[in-house]
Nanobody, 122 residues
Framework: QVRLVESGGGLVQSGGSLRLSCAASGGTFSRFGMGWFRQPPGKEREFVATISRSGSSTYYADSVKGRFTISRDNAKNTVDLQMNSLKPEDTAVYYC???????????????WGQGTQVTVSS
């Protein structure tokens, strides 16, 4: 059983930056592709970014491309999401997820964190 714990959320002004971190335990971290998803208020959970097991490949949603960067440290069992140029529409609960075959859909991921709130004020 893999446990994922997110941290780093908070309140930030439009144009600001935040760095989310997800710490994994209970499994072999390097076996999993990792993803970040978010759920805006009143909306469905949506894909944000994914990174391959080695970290050599990344993919982003169009809405965050060029502003967000996903990275991982397999020695520390962590995956981060650096978020720059934040906009009010980035306000959401952000979730970290782990899957053997990562992708852009929720069903590709077996393990999920509890989420961390990000609020961007205008």
């Amino acid at each position: 059983q893999v446990r994922l714990v997110e941290s780093g959320g908070g309140l930030v002004q439009s144009g600001g930056s935040l760095r989310l971190s997800c710490a994994a335990s209970g499994g072999t971290f390097s076996r999993f592709g990792m993803g970040w998803f978010r759920q805006p208020p009143g909306k469905e959970r949506e894909f944000v970014a994914t990174i391959s097991r080695s970290g050599s490949s990344t993919y982003y949603a169009d809405s965050v491309k060029g502003r967000f960067t996903i990275s991982r440290d397999n020695a520390k069992n962590t995956v981060d999401l650096q978020m720059n140029s934040l906009k009010p529409e980035d306000t959401a609960v952000y979730y970290c997820a782990a899957g053997v075959v990562p992708g852009t859909t929720l069903v590709a991921y077996k393990y999920w964190g509890q989420g961390t709130q990000v609020t961007v004020s205008s």
